[in-house]
């Protein structure tokens, strides 16, 4: 039944791998987010994508690559991994799109990336 | 520019006191503010909004008050639950070609029974 869902919950990898996060919504809504929180809590947006459509797309390292297969998925790809990726990676979702003020956004329970 | 802080890291309250949370923002344009509530292990999630013609805003057992003057965000937590520890966030909407949640850095909340 979890509305916005992420996998894996926990990723361990080294430095310079390549590695996938998994988000999916079941809640039928047209935009989903992608936020990175670091070790002292800060969460901030990276991208955001509605109906399949890049929406913003804030200062990321371009070896993070967002791909949304359907409106109910996007899945956050990164290259040549670095330590300073380490954080929980946050993905989000919201009814509308993302054009209205008050469009509450749904979260998922966040993968927890660390790069040895 | 873009910046919503909070004035305390942490807070430590007795079970059943009310709880206070500040937020302070710098955009005076600023619109809509969300506050989030981040328990251990969970992603946020939302507990209150309120928008910039309004100067209180009251939910189940909390109250969201805005002071456009000093651009001052708060929380109150009334009669606080252990189940209200967590990390709580004021967040702000900037409008970027689309709408663009800015967080702040977070406080705290320890209940002590």
């Known amino acids: 039944d979890t509305a916005v869902s992420q996998t894996p919950k926990y990723l361990v990898t080294q430095m310079g791998n390549d590695k996938s996060i998994k988000c999916e919504q079941n809640?039928?809504?047209?935009?989903m987010y992608w936020y990175k929180q670091d070790s002292k809590k800060f969460l901030k947006i990276m991208f955001s994508y509605n109906n399949k459509e890049l929406i913003i797309n804030e200062t990321v390292p371009n070896r993070f690559s967002p791909k949304s297969p359907d409106k109910a998925h996007l899945n956050l790809h990164i290259n040549s991994l670095e330590l300073g990726d380490s954080a929980v990676y946050f993905c989000?979702?919201?009814?509308?799109?993302?054009?209205?003020?008050?469009?509450?956004?749904?979260f998922g329970p966040g993968t927890r990336l660390t790069v040895l | 520019g873009e910046s919503v802080g909070l004035h305390l890291p942490t807070l430590s309250v007795q079970e059943g006191d009310n709880s206070i949370i500040n937020c302070a923002y710098s955009n005076s344009a600023s619109d809509y503010f969300i506050w989030y509530k981040q328990e251990s292990g969970k992603g946020p999630q939302f507990i209150i909004d309120i928008r910039s013609n309004m100067d209180k805003r009251q939910g189940q057992r909390v109250t969201v008050l805005l002071n456009k003057t000093v651009k001052h965000l708060s929380l109150q937590i009334a009669a606080t639950q252990p189940g209200d520890s967590a990390v709580y966030f004021c967040a702000e909407k900037e409008y970027v070609g689309g709408f663009k949640t800015i967080f702040g850095a977070g406080t705290r909340l320890f209940v002590k029974a």
């Open positions: 809640l039928g809504h047209d935009t």
């Open positions: 989000a979702s919201s009814q509308d799109s993302g054009l209205a003020l008050r469009d509450t956004q749904y």
